[in-house]
Each structure stands twice: as C-alpha cells, then as structure tokens.
C-alpha cells in the first residue's frame, strides 16, 4: 500500500515568499513550487530557490494535470501557499481542486483587480479611496472635472505592485500623457493595459499592514509607515519604518485591516494591505493576497523575533499554535527598532559596482539587497521596479536609524554608493 507524503504547494514562490520552503523544511515538511506562467517576468524569476523544493511543476493552463502529477507523484498536499502576486488565481484553483483550505476562486478578481477591489470593500463598508475604471482620456477627465479633482489626480494600472505605472496628474497635459503612454502598454506582469484606475490624490501617512490568516482568523505579523516622494509625478519610496506593536495606531490598522480582509473573503494565507490615514481615519489604498514584497525575515526577525513566513508556516504545520494567537488577540513585541530604504539613484549609465563599505559602516546596517550586477545599465530611479537596491536597518535606537538614513542620502547625492564605469 502507498503512503502519500504531505507536502505543501507553493505557486510563485518568489520574493519574500523564497523563504517559505526552508521554514517549512524546518518543521519537517517538504514543498513543491508551481510556476504559474511560463512567461513570467525576470526581475520575479531571478528571486526563485528552486533548489528548495522536492519538484518544480510548470502550469500550462490545465489545473487537473497538476492535481493528477501530485496524486502520480504519492504527494498529498496540505495547503497551498501564494506567494507571489502573480500566483493569487492559480492559488485559489489549485486549493478548491485539491480540496484543502484556501480563498474562494468566485471572488479571486476582488484580490487582483484595484477596480473589483474596492467595489467590493466600498460595498462591506470599508472607507476606499473613490475612483474610475477609464479606458479613455476624455472619460477620465470628465470624471475628475465633475467631482473638482482634476488639479491633482492619481492615474495606475488596475493590476500591478509596488509603484509601477503610478502617476501622479497635476493638469490635462499630464493626464493625457499617462493614458497615452500607459493604455495598451503592458502592465508589470506583461499583460495589456486596456483600462487604467483614476483617483484623487490624497495626502495623509501611508502604512503597510502585513497579514497571516487561518481558518477566517488573522493576526497583523508586521506593519510599515511608508514614507513615500513624489517627483516628476512618480511615487518612489523613500524610508519605512517599523511600526511598535504599542503605538495607538497599531490597533486602529488592526481592526481596520480585519474589516478589509472580511470584505475581500481572504480566509487563507497571507495579505498585504496598503492604508491611509485621512483626517485621522484609515481608507483602504489596495490590498495583495500575498506576501510583502522584498522583505528581510532576518531583519523582522531580530526586531521582533518571528516573521509572516514563519507564521504562514505555523499556520500550515501546527495550526493549533497559530489558532491560539488569534483567540489570544497576539501582538509582535518590538525587540528593536527597524527601517527599510530603497537606493534612489539620480545618474544613468553601466554599473561597474557598489561601495558596500560605506552602507556596511552605518551603525544600524543589518543588510543590503542589490538589484544589479557589474556592467549592468544603472537608470534614474523612477519606481520601485528601477531602484538599485534596499537597505535594511536595526537598532535600539531610532535616532541612530534617523541619522543612518540621512547619512544614506548624503553619500547617494555624493554619487558615492555607485561606482560608474
């Protein structure tokens, strides 16, 4: 008689979710990854650990083959795990198939699509952002002339992450060259653009609020006030730092990010939540089902001792621990301060290096990821998607991280962290 081995079912493993697999090995679980599209983009592929896995699975668009090669392979799978958002749909087909927990497939397009997303919120409650699914200039401007909004508009993709395609609209002129310059152009996954999501621009702090859900109960793992400029009508992020647990506003995004996850029927997995705080009142900005992107768990594991990866992977191996922390209403305690900053560079040409001297010296350097390699083009920084790199930070103190981060700066405007050919 076989035995089938449990194992769990990781669909875009990439990014932050990379670190699923080892932390499940760690628990004594194996994984399979599943590549969603074989035309997925590089600067997704080039995260990957295949190596982790026990199998790699390529989908072609048939869900029942991959059902059928797990069941050939003696592989019972406990969970499926999304970890990329280009993993979202196939994620949720694969767990109904395969008949274990996962996020209804009927409502998958509120968890991907910025436009279904906040119709469906807006119709459970939550405060959202309003906005116009426009397929043309000319509707677009009608709308945010109506409503007096057209001094001062925000034009993205209705599919994408991070800050690619956002553009801010400070006139006609503006508008009318982000519907030129985006509507058919493919979005960041590679998809056409046939409709782009308007909004009016709001100022007020921004927060990342990071998720771990079972069984319909969550716990907020992390959460981030994102400190964002706006130059040229791009939005690059500028300094985000760790929100303590204990601060009044943690709980207020708590409650608030529960009513976003009810509204978008995320019952599984992890989600990442992006707020606003207008007037004092969180509005929901969007909201991805899947892991924040390019996150050290090294880093939130030494500033608060546990991680959303390794949470994920309680809730899959020892959901008894993970049911406990949400009856028991559990916070992270905040050990050390820490802060995320993107490299913002101002110069074009060939990469001959980085000076990692210079970051290595900051006192509160906990690590660096970069983004290229020597003789690759460097670009002006316009999006999350063309920065060079991300600094991470840990202290005690946060005036150390304050100053670390200045000094950051300080040596970008020198041109001293790049080294041109």
């Given at each position: 008689m076989r035995h089938a081995s449990e194992v769990c079912v990781v669909v875009d493993g990439y990014s932050t979710a990379n670190a699923l697999a080892p932390a499940l090995a760690g628990y004594g679980?194996?994984?399979?990854?599943?590549q969603s599209d074989p035309d997925l983009p590089q600067f997704l592929l080039r995260t990957g650990v295949e190596h982790a896995y026990l199998d790699s699975y390529l989908h072609d668009g048939d869900?029942?083959?991959?059902?059928?090669?797990?069941?050939?392979?003696?592989?019972?799978?406990?969970?499926?795990?999304?970890?990329?958002?280009?993993?979202?749909?196939?994620?949720?087909?694969?767990?109904?198939?395969?008949?274990?927990?996962?996020n209804d497939p009927a409502t998958t397009r509120c968890r991907r699509d910025k436009h279904h997303m906040a119709r469906a919120a807006a119709a459970r409650g939550v405060a959202v952002i309003p906005h116009l699914s426009a397929s043309s200039r000319d509707e677009a401007a009608e709308w945010l002339r109506t409503h007096g909004w057209l001094g001062?508009?925000?034009?993205?993709?209705?599919?994408?992450?991070?800050?690619?395609?956002?553009?801010?609209?400070?006139?006609?002129?503006?508008?009318d060259a982000a519907f030129k310059g985006w509507l058919g152009a493919p979005d960041v996954f590679g998809s056409a653009i046939e409709e782009l999501l308007v909004q009016p621009f709001m100022a007020g702090d921004e927060y990342a609020v990071n998720t771990v859900s079972a069984g319909g109960g969550y716990i907020v793992s992390d959460i981030w006030h994102t400190k964002k400029r706006h130059e040229?009508?791009?939005?690059?992020?500028?300094?985000?730092?760790?929100?303590?647990?204990?601060?009044?506003?943690?709980?207020?995004?708590?409650?608030?990010?529960?009513?976003?996850?009810?509204?978008?029927?995320?019952?599984?997995?992890?989600a990442h939540t992006e707020v606003m705080m207008v007037a004092g009142q969180p509005v929901l900005v969007e909201t991805g089902a899947r892991f924040m992107g390019s996150i050290d768990i090294?880093?939130?594991?030494?500033?608060?001792?546990?991680n959303a990866v390794q949470l994920v992977a309680e809730t899959i191996?020892?959901?008894?621990?993970?049911?406990?922390?949400?009856?028991?209403?559990?916070?992270?305690?905040?050990?050390?301060?820490?802060?995320?900053?993107?490299?913002?560079?101002?110069?074009?040409?060939?990469?001959?290096?980085?000076?990692?001297r210079l970051l290595r010296g900051l006192p509160s350097f906990h690590a660096v990821d970069t983004y290229l390699e020597a003789g690759d083009p460097l670009q002006v920084t316009v999006n999350s998607y063309t920065t060079p790199g991300l600094v991470f930070l840990v202290h005690e103190s946060p005036e150390t991280i304050t100053g670390d981060y200045r000094q950051l700066r300080e040596l970008e405007a020198e041109g001293a962290l790049f080294l041109s050919a």
């Open positions: 679980l194996g994984a399979v990854h599943v869900v029942d083959a991959i059902v059928d090669r797990l069941d050939r392979a003696g592989l019972r799978p406990r969970r499926v795990v999304a970890g990329a958002e280009t993993g979202v749909e196939l994620g949720d087909q694969l767990a109904k198939a395969l008949g274990v927990p996962g001062d508009a925000v034009v993205k993709p209705r599919s994408s992450s991070g800050s690619f395609g956002f553009l801010r609209c400070r006139s006609e002129a503006d508008l040229g009508g791009t939005a690059l992020y500028d300094l985000e730092r760790l929100v303590d647990p204990r601060d009044a506003v943690f709980d207020q995004l708590h409650g608030f990010v529960g009513t976003v996850l009810d509204a978008l029927d995320i019952r599984e997995g992890t090294s880093q939130l594991t030494e500033a608060t001792g546990t191996v020892a959901p008894d621990r993970f049911a406990a922390r949400v009856r028991e209403d559990w916070r992270p305690v905040l050990r050390r301060h820490a802060a995320m900053v993107q490299l913002l560079s101002r110069q074009s040409g060939t990469l001959a290096g980085y000076d990692l």
